[in-house]
């Protein structure tokens, strides 16, 4: 198994400790993801994805769907009524499952349902306005100093003179 040593890039990186995470988590194996239920993630746009997992046998009531930083935990537990049925074949997996996806910074459920036995959940990306680019506003002058801070643009008193 190959180990990569992420040690020399926490020198110069403030903040990454999660990606750090991820990546050493993605290179290994894990017992526990065994493929099943199996699923697909689409992405329906820029910012919009959907996760649709097949999980015939499953009731709302059996499946559980939990945001906890920036994993999205979805685990499904049936009843414990198949004591009181007979079988011949049982070809329909009904065990337990648990499965995690990293969701990126800013990714929120937008909904889920189930229909069918495929459960859906819809992911939006929603970036705060303050972390949106914005254009600055480039004015002439120089500012006036006030404690280190600029507080207001001075302008020639002749252009004061004519906008008044």
Request: no cysteine; net charge negative.
């Amino acid at each position: 198994m190959v180990r990569f040593d992420l040690t020399p890039y926490y020198r110069s990186s403030i903040g990454f400790d999660r990606m750090a995470r991820m990546l050493e988590n993605a290179t290994r194996v894990s017992e526990v993801d065994n493929g099943y239920p199996p699923y697909n993630i689409e992405q329906l746009g820029d910012d919009e994805y959907r996760l649709t997992l097949a999980v015939a046998g499953f009731s709302e009531d059996d499946i559980a769907i939990e945001v906890r930083d920036n994993v999205l935990h979805v685990e499904g537990r049936q009843g414990d009524d198949e004591e009181e049925r007979k079988f011949l074949h049982k070809g329909i997996a009904g065990r337990a499952f648990s499965k995690k996806f990293n969701l990126a910074d800013h990714v929120k459920v937008d909904n889920a349902w189930l229909n069918n036995g495929v459960l859906t959940v819809d992911l939006v990306r929603e970036i705060p306005e303050e972390m949106k680019p914005r254009m600055i506003k480039i004015a002439s002058g120089q500012p006036k100093m006030v404690s280190g801070k600029a507080q207001e643009l001075l302008t020639d008193d002749k252009d004061e003179k004519k906008a008044a």
